[in-house]
């Protein structure tokens, strides 16, 4: 059984070899192709860097903004609201 699957691995990879034309070699490591790979890899980048920093990072940053106000207005309100709480608590007790 051993013998099997080690001779139909071999004979799958002999056939991938044949049917994916490995004879020529890997297109990205060939130099004659370098240049326009590093052409659309900079054109590629360059336009996701702009949409992030021109779309998502103001979304972002809003974002995050009108959280902390928000908190910050929660935590004052709280505070406002503990004041007031004590003043009834004297004015209960009295």
């Known amino acids: 059984m051993k013998y099997f699957c080690f001779t139909l691995a071999a004979a799958f990879g002999v056939s991938q070899k044949i049917a994916f034309g490995a004879d020529d070699g890997m297109p990205q490591l060939n130099p004659e192709f370098w240049a326009a790979q590093v052409f659309w890899l900079i054109l590629i980048f360059s336009i996701l860097y702009l949409i992030i920093w021109k ?31 004590k003043k009834n608590l004297k004015n209960i007790i009295k």
Not at 56 to 72: A, G, H, M, W
């Open 55 to 85: 779309v998502f990072l103001p979304r972002i940053t809003d974002n995050i903004e009108s959280r902390k106000l928000r908190v910050i207005n929660d935590l004052n309100e709280a505070e406002n609201l503990k004041r007031a709480l």
